[in-house]
């Protein structure tokens, strides 16, 4: 699985837009990004993924580059439930390729 | 989406003695489950990939003698601590492919404190 990088922590303020970047520069072809999110002694919760089209669902939009080598997960209106940990993961799905976790962009949103 | 359950959710043993941790694939049927540590503070490190019907395959510097994984049916896999020690308190985290699918579905964690 390719390399990411994220930045270690961000604020953002309850009711605003929560633009998280992520950098895979050396991702491949076949491989998808995927976002999940841990919440305070929870297991990870997927939250969305795609190959270099931008995605939306009821959680989040992905934006992804042209390029592919770099990726950001909009959370619309975040509220202090969104606060996490917010991974940003490339892999093969459909695949038992391994799920390797760096260690992600520490969200924290505030009143 | 697909529910992924583990068991104990909490754990205290004292040193020496065994733990097992149980993942079940709910709605599911899953060839593979993938079972994590996580520290305080620290991301989940990957320790070994869980195959139906065959051995494990472990990551490095992961005892496979201490750390038994058993997935004897399509929707469950087990990992048991043997002889846990204090340094073996951890966050345990499973998780599991739905075949057809590529999202990686995660259990609940089982915190694991050994005193």
């Known amino acids: 699985d390719a390399k990411t990088t994220q930045p270690t922590s961000m604020d953002c303020a309850e009711g605003r837009a929560a633009n998280l970047p992520c950098n895979h520069s050396t991702i491949s072809g076949n491989e998808y990004v995927y976002w999940y999110r841990q919440i305070h002694s929870q297991g990870p919760q997927y939250i969305i993924h795609g190959l270099k089209n931008n995605e939306t669902n009821e959680m989040a939009s992905l934006i992804i580059t042209e390029d592919r080598k770099s990726s950001t997960l909009i959370l619309p209106h975040a509220t202090l439930r969104d606060t996490a940990v917010y991974y940003c993961i490339v892999r093969v799905p459909g695949t038992a390729s391994k799920l390797t976790f760096g260690t992600g962009t520490r969200l924290q949103v505030t009143l | 989406g697909a529910v992924v359950s583990q068991h104990p959710s909490r754990v205290i043993c004292k040193s020496g003695t065994s733990v097992k941790i149980e993942c079940r694939s709910l709605d599911f049927q899953a060839t593979t489950m993938f079972w994590y540590r996580q520290f305080p503070k620290q991301s989940l490190m990957l320790m070994a990939t869980?195959?139906?019907?065959?051995?494990?395959?472990?990551e490095q510097g992961v005892e496979k003698d201490k750390f038994l994984i058993n997935h004897a049916s399509l929707t469950l896999s087990t990992l048991t601590v043997t002889s846990a020690h204090p340094e073996d308190s951890s966050f345990y985290i499973c998780s599991a492919r739905a075949e057809g699918h590529g999202e990686l579905f995660f259990g609940e964690g089982s915190r694991l404190t050994v005193l």
């Open positions: 869980s195959n139906e019907g065959s051995k494990a395959t472990y």
